[in-house]
């Protein structure tokens, strides 16, 4: 054979895994980073309409 099969490897070794979960890491990052923000965005709300209720009484 003229050209080498580079794909005849099938091996997984740690380094192929590590690089082929790059993608995955990235998506739960932002899926994390953006279920944060709704929780503080919850918060502030809940902290808000608390402190109008105490000034209300």
Do not use: C, W
Not at 6 to 19: F, Y
Not at 21 to 47: C, D, F, H, Q, V
């Amino acid at each position: 054979m003229i050209f080498k099969r580079h794909h005849d490897n099938t091996e997984v070794t740690t380094a192929k895994l590590a690089v082929l979960l790059i993608p995955a890491m990235t998506i739960s990052a932002g899926i994390t980073s953006l279920m944060a923000a709704k929780s503080y965005e919850i918060i502030r709300l809940a902290n808000a309409r608390g402190k109008a209720i105490e000034e209300e009484k």
